[in-house]
């Protein structure tokens, strides 16, 4: 296997923190939602055509879609919506990707030609009636495509173990020799959350918009929260190689790559990319791994 192998996520969803596979989910799921609106017909596509009409709620759709992950990351990034639970963040940025599309659906309505013209309203105000439309539609159908997720986070379970606690070979040894972020050593708010089954010694931590993927030596679960908070809690015993990644310092085996492409290899198999922007303090905790330093001299 290349030692260099992407990630599971890719560029684009490693800049805005989103898995590559809720996106692709998320964005199916809109464009079946557009053809069901295209088949009721509802009242705000009168006098369109089958193929019109599919045409105009697809292209709502693919407004709609970046404008959830903005909006997402624009509350992810707001320290008061940290204390919010789920589904409130969830329903929270469906209405303020409402009022993003806004104004891209007006221009839509008129060019499909479906507004009636109303000289006495100012463009201000058409924009907001538009967004009264949207709000509640918008934020039901986030809401729905968010449901596995949140039901999830109500039934959360460890998957399969990791592979390094069903091998019988030894593991191979961590480059690093901090503390373990067990149960008596890091903070207990944030190991508190994780199932009983899974342990409490962490490997990795990987953002996802709202939601967090934990991986302990045991398993992976998914909890909803922010990358930063955890990074906090966490303090000392691990640390961020990447805006979407956080690394335990004792999981980590080897810090590999060139030419600007790094990864970390974790004692479990993984491979989690560095971003270039922390490549430098990365190498300056872990080091390069021995093999790295021969293809280098090559």
């Known amino acids: 296997m290349n030692e260099l192998a992407e990630t599971p996520n890719s560029r684009f969803a490693q800049i805005i923190g989103l898995d590559t596979d809720f996106l692709r989910f998320a964005s199916i799921a809109f464009v079946l939602i557009a053809i069901i609106f295209a088949a009721i017909e509802p009242a705000s596509s009168p006098g369109l055509g089958n193929w019109a009409r599919l045409l105009f709620w697809l292209c709502h759709a693919l407004l709609a ?21 789920a589904w409130l963040s969830v329903s929270a940025a469906g209405v303020l990707a409402a009022l993003l599309v806004a104004p891209g659906a007006y221009v839509v309505e008129q060019w499909f030609g479906v507004l009636e013209d109303d000289l006495s309203q100012s463009l201000v105000l058409a924009i907001l009636d ?18 596995p997720r949140l ?10 173990a990791s592979r390094q606690t069903t091998d019988t070979s030894a593991p191979p040894e961590p480059m690093a020799t901090s503390p373990s972020a067990d149960e008596t050593t890091a903070d207990a708010a944030f190991l508190a959350k994780l199932p009983p089954a899974l342990g409490r010694t962490l490997v990795s931590i990987t953002s996802d918009l709202h939601y967090l993927h934990v991986h302990t030596v045991k398993g992976k679960t998914m909890l909803f929260g922010s990358l930063k908070e955890a990074e906090q809690q966490l303090d000392g015993y691990g640390q961020m190689i990447h805006r979407s990644h956080w690394v335990a310092n004792d999981q980590v085996v080897s810090v590999r790559g060139r030419s600007g492409k790094m990864v970390c290899l974790l004692t479990d198999g993984r491979r989690l990319a560095v ?16 093999t790295l330093q021969e293809d280098a001299r090559n």
């Open 130 to 147: 538009e967004f009264s439309g949207l709000a509640v539609p918008l934020t039901m159908s986030w809401l729905l495509v968010n449901m």
């Open 65 to 85: 879609i970046p404008a959830l992950v903005l909006a997402t990351r624009l509350l992810t990034w707001a320290p008061f919506s940290r204390r919010w639970p």
């Open 275 to 290: 971003s270039r922007r922390r490549q430098a303090d990365v190498l300056a905790y872990f080091g390069r791994d021995s």
């Open 151 to 160: 039901l999830r986070l109500q039934i959360s379970a460890p998957v399969r």
